[in-house]
């Protein structure tokens, strides 16, 4: 939008400037999957500083649109300009080959992690992994303590999910529970957040992760987070990650001295149904279903809008009541476990 304004204006912006704009959107459509979804993290309020699509159009469609013509981007190509487009004057949009990515990537600097397999298919498996700087600068602004939270897409469809912000002032149980490790797909220890809350928005500490190792061939990754150890739990906890086909493993090690509460966390999306039925938790949504095969060693339970578990928010100030698999095991570390997703034929 900048940019097309200045156009307008007669200012020249600088070529390194559009080169790392186009280089921004062209990473959008490799973080979404077959259904138009995009990724969520950290806080979001849906706020706009100005309305530049159609309530009924995707988010990016505007944004792609631009791009082509703005700056000769490669980016999906809709069969209609946008009305963003129309209104800038934008009736032809420029053709240009795009490719759908065919698998994983990595946004090492952002500490995302993508993993994918059958990409743009009605079996297409999507998984995000959260393994890098927790929030913004120093302070954390606007960050989640999430760290090594896996999120999983499946057909173009949220399955494990991103519990989102719900709130920033005006319930402040519910703002710390939404920002806070139990609200994600992780490990929590000894019932804390692997961050101390500073305020609304800061952070006092962080739960910084890095990677360990990463085969993006084989689409695995191992990486590690410290939040723990700042807490003086003297816990740290590793995962590791793998997708093959319908199939994602994760593998948890907790390290380090003396007896800990451990809970595990997996929160479904409200459009999916649960069950647990012996050492499996049954899931289903229209059109697919998922076996979770879990550590017989550890305690599982469903919750569904429960006081500390079973939330999901759409959008800011929205709350809906969803499923979340809670398993609890209090046990001398070191600790290992293993959780496999597993997708029906």
């Given amino acids: 939008a900048a940019l097309y304004e200045a156009n307008h204006a007669g200012w020249e912006f600088s070529e390194p400037y559009k080169q790392s704009l186009r280089r921004m959107i062209e990473a959008v459509p490799s973080l979404t999957d077959a259904g138009g979804n995009l990724p ?15 309530a009924q159009d995707r988010r990016d469609a505007w944004l792609f649109d631009f791009a082509r013509v703005l700056l000769d981007a490669s980016v999906p190509h809709a ?33 995302l992690y993508e993993l994918a397999s059958n990409r743009g298919t009605d079996k297409e498996m999507f998984v995000m992994f959260d393994a890098g700087p927790q ?30 912000t719900f709130c ?17 797909n992780t490990v929590t220890v000894d019932g804390q957040d692997q961050a101390v809350p500073g305020g609304m928005f800061m952070w006092r500490t962080k739960a910084d ?33 793998a997708l093959q086909g319908n199939r994602l493993e994760l593998a948890d090690e907790l390290r380090g001295t003396g007896e800990h509460e451990l809970e595990w966390r997996f929160h479904f999306a409200p459009e999916c149904g649960a069950a647990l039925n012996g050492g499996v938790c049954e899931v289903a ?21 429960g006081s500390q578990a079973g939330w ?12 979340t698999l809670c398993g609890r095991l209090r046990k001398a570390l070191p600790v290992f476990a293993a959780t496999i997703c597993e997708i029906s034929e």
Avoid: C
């Fill in 79 to 111: 069969a209609e300009p946008s009305l963003a487009a129309r209104i800038a004057g934008f009736d032809q949009i420029p053709e240009k080959e795009w490719n759908p990515p065919a698998g994983g990537k990595a946004f090492e600097d952002a500490g």
């Fill in 40 to 54: 969520r993290y950290g806080d979001g309020d849906d706020g706009r500083g100005v309305q530049l699509q159609a």
């Fill in 312 to 323: 999901f928010s759409p959008a800011f100030g929205v709350r809906r009541e969803t499923f």
């Fill in 168 to 184: 920033y002032h005006a319930e402040p149980e519910w703002r710390n529970y939404f920002r806070g490790t139990r609200a994600h």
């Fill in 209 to 241: 992760a890095r990677v360990l190792e990463r085969n993006p061939y084989q689409q695995e990754i191992i990486a590690v987070h410290d939040g723990y150890l700042h807490l003086r739990t003297g816990v740290v906890h590793q995962r590791k990650i």
């Fill in 285 to 305: 949504w229209e059109g697919g279903s998922m076996k979770v095969h879990l550590d017989p060693a550890i305690e599982w339970t469903l919750v569904r809008g």
């Fill in 135 to 164: 929030g913004y600068l120093s302070q954390a602004a606007h960050g989640h303590a999430d760290a090594l939270s896996v999120t999983l897409n499946v057909g173009g469809r949220p399955v494990l999910v991103d519990p989102g």
